[in-house]
Structure formats: C-alpha cells, structure tokens
C-alpha cells in the first residue's frame, strides 16, 4: 500500500506523526532515517513559558542571550515538532538527465541549462510529546494559550517522553530524546527555525548540554553543529520578505498562497509530497481554508500583528488568518493608492501644459 500522497503546491491538510512514549520505539528507526537522508530539518518548540519579553528583547544582543539562558533553566520543551524535507527533483536530475516529473523545460528542448519550474520535496512531520523530569515554572499565559490551540496536557503528563535538563550524567544514558537531537547534530544538516535565538537556546540546555556562560562560545558550538547553516524564517519574514506579520502562522499562510499562485501562473514554486500519510498515529492538521471570507467582520488587531490576543477565545474580532491577510492586503492596496495619488496628481498637470 503505498503510504505518500501525490507531489502537489496546493494542498490544505498535513499529516502529522504523533511520538510519545507508547509508541516511541515503533517511529524512532523511521524518524532517524528520515533525518539522515533530509536535506534540511525544521524544528518548533512549545515551551512552558517565555518569562519577562522585555527581557528577551534587549537592545544588547549579550544581554538577549543571558536572558534567554535564565529562561531555558527554569522553563521546560513541553512538545516538539520536527519536520524533514528532502529535495527529490535535483537528485533525479543528476541520475538521469532531466529533472523529475517533467517540471524542467525549456522552449528548445534543452534540459541542461534550465532551471526547473519547481522544487519538489518530500516532507515527514513528527509531533514528539515531551516531559522535562525535572521541576520548571508553567506560565499560566502560557498554558492558555496552548490549550487553546488544542494542546492536551493529561496526555502530556501520561504519555510524554522524558528528559533531563543540562550537562549528560547517568541518568541520560537511557534519554531518546538526547538521541534524536544527537543525530541530528552528527548528521550535520541544515536547520529551519522560528525565532530560533530562543529555541536553540532550549534545545541546547534541555537535550544537549548546559548552556555556556558566553554567547561567542554558544555561537561557535551552534557553528559546529550545524554546518550548513541556521536559518531563521522570523528574520527572513521581518528583513528580507518584509511581511505585514512574522508571526509562524501568518507567515506560513501567506507564503502557501503566494506559492499557489506562482504555481498557477507557471512560475518557479515549490511542490510537496508527504510520506506517511496512514496510520493510527497520524494526526491530519488543517491548515488551509476555502471557505467564504465575510466582509465587514473586524479583525483583531492583537491577533494580526502578534498571532495572540489577550482575551483569547472570547475575543468577539476575527482571529481568522485568511482573514487577517485578506485585510492586510486591502491595507497595503490603500497605502499604495494614497502614495500614487500625488505623482497623478503632477502627471495630470504636465499633460495639461499649465501650473495654477
């Protein structure tokens, strides 16, 4: 039977392999080898907390990073999603001349030269339920927020795999965990990040070692360990696309449809393949619409520009994010009309031949 879903830029579900202590050793041969043959490795943490923000955001980058390290000592990874993807197409190329799927042409017929129309990937994502062993403080903001995106704390506290923070000692030998994070550091691949200062900074005190007391000895070991880089999609959202928004989820929208649409309009795009699509544990999460937008519905100012809002579920504005980069666009369409209206207005007036 075969358990992948057809190579498709459109699509609004994916399946997401649930990992906990029940059925770890089943999925662990499985996600090792996924990460071994991956081109790159996309982690996101869900932490316990993130202590004072202020603090996380100081204007001095050596003061951010002691910052965070007080965090990550009292708080705790309480679930980890790990996604790997695999470039198929280049390596098609390479065996056989052309690349895969017949998405590389070009008009005379000559495939040496050409760029391909899409860059095809196989993708397999785990969400691993964690349970750090050790006593760590749990914001109750923090909590809310999670429960109300359907996270499942009983199954965290019965199911979890569990951890110790901090340096190896004898308890860690036996420490999965550990093990998966270990191999994705001697299997040097890169690795995707949101807002990746706070979570490479979990990930080393919580499945590595403990953390070091300066952020140029840190900065070298993240080197070492991840050769090919450390990419950050918050930077990139805020620096280099420069996004309305660059939180993961208005990020992760947007950029889905902007791919649809390329891939619409016969433009370089990327196309997915998901593996392991079937199973008790596979757990398919929506993350398209194709319903009707209303008009008229107000969004939530809070939730727009941060992906969160104070009053959370009892917020009478829309938290939809079709929604909101509906509106964004509509903002972003306005401010261009305004700016163009003066340069009109000058347009008109050289046509006319006269200055009042």
Known sequence: MNNESNLSAEFTRVPVID????????????????????????IDCELSGLGDRKKLNASSIDERYLNTCLVAKTRSIIALGLSTYTLQNIKDAKTNGSHANGDTASENGNHEDSEPKSWNYKVQTYNIMVLCGEDYIVEPGSLKFLVEHGFDFRKQYSLGIQYLRGNDREENEDQPLRRIFSHLVKARKALVLHNGLIDLV??????????????????????????????DTKYIADYVSRTQASFLEFVFRKEQRIN??????????????????????????????????????????SYAHHGHCPV???????????????HRNIEKERKGRKRKRPNESLNETAENGSVD
């Open 19 to 42: 990992v906990h202590k029940g059925n770890l050793s089943a999925h662990m041969p499985a996600l090792l080898k996924a990460i071994e043959e991956s081109s790159f490795v996309a």
């Open 202 to 231: 979990f990930l080393y005190h919580n499945l590595y070692a403990a953390l070091p007391d300066k952020l140029g000895t840190f900065i070298s070991d993240i080197t070492e360990m991840f050769p090919l880089g450390v990419y």
């Open 260 to 301: 649809r649409e390329k891939y619409m309009k016969n433009r370089p795009h990327v196309k997915v393949r998901f593996q392991s699509c079937e199973g008790e544990d596979v757990d398919w999460r929506h993350c398209g619409s194709a319903k009707e937008i209303q008009d008229g519905v107000e969004v939530c100012f």
């Open 312 to 326: 959370g579920s009892g917020c009478d504005k829309s938290h939809d994010i079709d929604h909101i980069i509906k």
